[in-house]
């Protein structure tokens, strides 16, 4: 998994769109196992996943969108941040912990700010998805070294 956090127009979602396609050019080419994993991929915005949720009826299970999400084989998570309610971005970072699947998150806040507002436990199903230390943070925030 990775987290790639930076001010508007740094290149997140280009360099998200660009490891994206690489994995769907990748399926395409070498079938297989890469192909069963390029069709599984799915890009969300945090944002839409929170209204599929709210838009859903009570009742009816889980929106198709978060189900979507939770089960994909790799998940592009845009906007990370920009939601209200945080319940259904952590219900899916929660489930896609647990499954070990790998998400690719992208987000206008620092970290600092995303863990204020998600909180150390949903931040570290994030982080940990697939295995303790298999994340990586990209903080275009940082200064250089």
């Known amino acids: 998994s990775a987290l790639v ?3 508007t127009g740094v290149g997140k979602s280009t360099a998200a769109a660009l490891v994206y396609r690489q994995c769907l050019a990748r399926g395409v080419h070498l079938g297989g196992e890469a192909w069963e994993f390029a069709q599984g991929l799915r890009w969300f915005d945090a944002t839409e996943l929170e209204l599929a ?3 859903h009826p ?3 299970g ?8 939770i089960y994909a084989t790799g998940l592009v998570l845009n906007d990370l941040g920009r939601d ?4 259904a971005i952590a219900h899916v ?6 499954l070990g699947r790998p998400t690719l998150a992208l987000s206008g806040l620092s970290l600092e700010q995303l863990g204020a507002r998600y909180g150390a436990p949903m931040m570290r199903h994030l ?15 940082a200064p250089a070294k």
Request: no cysteine.
């Open 84 to 87: 209200r309610d945080q319940s």
């Open 5 to 7: 956090m930076g001010a």
């Open 62 to 69: 889980e929106a198709p969108e978060l189900e979507q999400a």
């Open 127 to 141: 982080l940990q998805a697939g295995g303790p230390d298999r994340a990586t943070v990209l903080d275009t925030f």
């Open 53 to 55: 949720r709210n838009e």
């Open 93 to 98: 970072l929660v489930n896609r912990h647990d």
């Open 58 to 60: 009570r009742g009816r």
